[in-house]
């Protein structure tokens, strides 16, 4: 049986002394496409902050397998309207993934750049490297910070609702490259997303929280689950 890369045990969190999610406990294994599912405000985007490191649990634990470390975690969190907006070209936003790695060094190294350009060819925007990230469509944009994530690991990566805003064919196109990133190259994946129905296609492993798990485990159980046939076919609200 595989060592989990992540896991999580009675973890409480929330925000300002209110607890959101209590008695949280799961584990993400390599190669796993773990969909985070829930309503609205149910704590989704909170959770995952605590599995990338920037967002302490209350209580509980969140424990990495040997040989993995914060760094080998590359997060795409939502965009607000100021990141956008960034005035930087595509190559420098895509290359500073690689300041994850921790090292004081004052410039980038020859497998930095390297690394940013084999992710920037992955993911089909290399032709638009030296243009401005500000100028570019939602969809652009979307697969610029992909890279980036890459570049700060190409071990977990961790996205917080990353089609949020795009159209039916640029969302499609998005799921498509993080499946095949997770297919290809067994690049574990833990994502939070509004679009359920779409994500479930992706996802091998269900992830669904309202204060506390409702449930975890394959994907093909929960489509079975009375609150997987709920909340799939619009029983609940969770745009």
Known sequence: ?????ISCKGLSIGYENMTVLEDVGFDVKKGDYLCVVGENGAGKSTLIKCLAGLKKPMSGSIS?????????VGYLPQQTSIQRDFPASVREVVTSGCLNSGRWL???????KDKATRYMQELGIADMAEHSYRELSGGQQQ???LARALC???KILILDEP??????IVTGEIYSIIKELNSKYRITVIMVSHDVKTAVKSA???LHVKNTVQFFGRTED?????VGKAFVGGGESHA
Do not use: W
């Open 106 to 112: 004052p410039f980038y190294t020859k497998e930095d």
């Open 163 to 168: 089609v949020t805003g795009l159209d039916p």
């Open 204 to 206: 091998n492993k269900i």
């Open 222 to 226: 929960y489509l079975k689950s009375a």
């Open 64 to 72: 990495l397998a040997k040989g993995i470390t914060r760094r080998d």
């Open 152 to 154: 700060a690991s190409s």
């Open 143 to 145: 697969r610029v910070l």
């Open 1 to 5: 049986m595989k060592q989990p890369l």
